[in-house]
T-cell receptor
Framework: GQSLEQPSEVTAVEGAIVQINCTYQ??????LSWYQQHDGGAPTFLSY????GLEETGRFSSFLSRSDSYGYLLLQELQMKDSASYFC??????????FGSGTRLLVRP | DVKVTQSSRYLVKRTGEKVFLECVQD?????MFWYRQDPGLGLRLIYF???????EKGDIPEGYSVSREKKERFSLILESASTNQTSMYLC??????????????FGPGTRLTVL
């Protein structure tokens, strides 16, 4: 079957660094995406990794290791507005996105 | 900016009713998707479409159908609504299949309650 595993909840303090891990098992793999969703809002795209390594976009970075079927999202200099749910998603066979169940990040003052 | 709109933010229907959820995107995207989102289950793909009049089943198509008569519009139909279809429904669109350009843009969602 196809599955993505990510922690259900993570708590961190403002200004800190947090890493949200994602392991996947899918038939076919083209890349790993991350989406952010605030309560009551729509998911919005954060990053996409097709190749191994680190992609940096401002305070957010995303890492992929295809050999380990593993990736993570790194959030630096956490702000209160970063409190949201974060979903990893694999672009698999048939070019469908398969989403994880999401990690709820709570940033505390 | 890409804009994906959905016909309703909140909808309440009765068991057995036929329900139409409409989605419109304004960026000439090829691909459109319907997901449902339930707590602890993430986003699950119901149906998707790569072109006008084309549709493919996602992971949970049972109880749903779709229609794509125009490129910008993708409709989700619940032929006979049931209580287990109470959920948040999200529509998304993307430019092309595969690669970094496959970023999906989501609408605000429709929270459907079936009584």
């Amino acid at each position: 079957g196809q599955s993505l595993e990510q922690p259900s909840e993570v708590t961190a303090v403002e200004g800190a660094i947090v890493q949200i891990n994602c392991t996947y098992q899918t038939s076919g793999f083209y890349g790993l995406s991350w989406y952010q969703q605030h309560d009551g809002g729509a998911p919005t795209f954060l990053s996409y990794n097709a190749l191994d390594g680190l992609e940096e976009t401002g305070r957010f970075s995303s890492f992929l290791s295809r050999s380990d079927s593993y990736g993570y999202l790194l959030l630096q200099e956490l702000q209160m507005k970063d409190s949201a749910s974060y979903f990893c998603a694999v672009l698999g066979g048939s070019y469908k996105l398969i989403f994880g169940s999401g990690t709820r990040l709570l940033v505390r003052p | 900016d890409v804009k994906v709109t959905q016909s309703s933010r909140y909808l309440v229907k009765r068991t057995g009713e036929k329900v139409f959820l409409e989605c419109v995107q304004d960026m000439d995207h090829e691909n459109m998707f319907w997901y449902r989102q339930d707590p602890g289950l993430g986003l699950r793909l119901i149906y998707f479409s790569y072109d006008v009049k084309m549709k493919e089943k996602g992971d949970i198509p049972e109880g749903y159908s779709v229609s794509r008569e125009k490129k910008e519009r993708f409709s989700l139909i619940l032929e006979s609504a049931s209580t287990n279809q109470t959920s948040m429904y999200l529509c998304a669109s993307s430019f092309s299949a595969g690669g970094s350009t496959d970023t999906q843009y989501f609408g605000p969602g429709t929270r459907l309650t079936v009584l």
